[in-house]
Structure formats: structure tokens, C-alpha cells
């Protein structure tokens, strides 16, 4: 998943982020709410926040891939129509692109290069990039492969479907932008009135976490947040 996502991190790095993360968050919580099982609330919380900065990470890079995408298979498809054989296109592609589909075609490139199957490099590339319409390009042309065909205008019908895929995902984000924020809005309310709160009067939402009872209000609160989280986004999340 780092590899995935392009950084520049080591395991280890990762684990000593989250652990840094853990414990800041923890003397906050026990500074600024309550000691003791209480206080490590936000510790978990910014815990999670190296993974989920991973995972968003990875998911930019992966929608820019898939933005890249068409133009790459129109080039491959250029270059088909001009006499090159189908693994050099990964090699011009891997020239003439932008990153990041530059570098993953670039790896492709070498390791047909170093003797690997052309079947097995293009495999190890949809593995290494989970894009659904990348999926379909390896499928479309590992199954050319095996049967036989017009590559190349199977490429560009190929193009074309993404490119209107891409368009109408464009359209319905524009169109669900004001439920995802007002998703972001409602979760991030709850935390930043209790932050004032405390500031303006220190201890005065203590109860809640020393009080059985508030303690209780607490992990209703945090289940109905994260039910309201995940309806939301079945709302605002189209799959086609």
C-alpha cells in the first residue's frame, strides 16, 4: 500500500508515525478531557490518521492514473497502427507519459526487459494498480493476445468508454459536492464544539467522560456518528 501509494516510506517509518501519533493524541485527551481509558480516545483517533493519510494518498494517485489513462491507450494504439509490436508500445508509453502512469509502465517496460513474460509484466501491473478501467485494458488485450483481432481499434473503443466513464463521474461529483461536505460539516461539528467548550470554560464536558453515564452518551453518540458517516456516503457514492 506505501508502494502504491508513492511515498518514500519504510514500514517501520509508518508503525513510528502511527505510534508518535497515539501517544500526542493521548496526553491531549488526558490533558484536555479526562485520565485514564477516557484520555486515549483521541489518541486512537489521530492514530488512524497516518493510514487514512496513506489511503488518500493512494487513492489520488490512482484516480490521476486513471486520468491518464485514455491518453495512453490512444498512443498505444498510434503506435499498433505504425508497425511497432505491442510490447515496444509499453516502452514508448513509458517515454512519452506523465507520472504516475509514466513509472508503473516504465516498471512494466524492464521487466520484459529482464526476460518476464509479456502476459505475466501486464498482470503484475493491473496488480500493482487496481483501476478498474485499467482492468479492462489488460483483460481487453491479453484476450486479443489468445484470439486474435483489430488491437488497435479495440484500443480506441476502449478509449472512448473511459473517457465518457471519466466524464460522467466528473458530473456526478459536481452534483453530490454539497452532501459531501455537508457529511464533513455534521462529523466534525460534535468535536469542534466540545474543543470550544473546554476552552472557554476548562473541565466543563469532563462529566462526560467521568461520569458513568456520560460515558455511556459518549459511545451512542460516536455509533449513531458512524452510522450517519456511512449513510451518508452510500448516498453520495455512485458506482457504474
Known sequence: MIEQADLQWTVGRFFFATFAAVVVGAA?????IATGPSGWIPGLVLGAAPYVFLLQKRKLRFRRFAEQLPEAIDLISRSLRAGQALPTTMEIVAQEAEDPLRTEFRRTADEQSFGLPFR?????????????DLQCLVTAILVQKETGGNLAQILDKTSYVIRERIRVEGQMRIRTAQGRLT???????PFAMYFAMNVMSPGYGKILFEDPAGQRW????????????????RIVTLKF
Open 218 to 233: 459518549v459511545i451512542y453518540a460516536l455509533i449513531l456518528m458512524v452510522a450517519g458517516i456511512f449513510t451518508i456516503r
Open 28 to 32: 491531549f485527551g488526558n490533558f484536555w
Open 120 to 132: 505475466e509484466a501486464m498482470i503484475n501491473l493491473s496488480r500493482r494498480v487496481p483501476v478498474q
Open 183 to 189: 457529511g464533513w460539516i455534521l462529523c466534525a461539528l
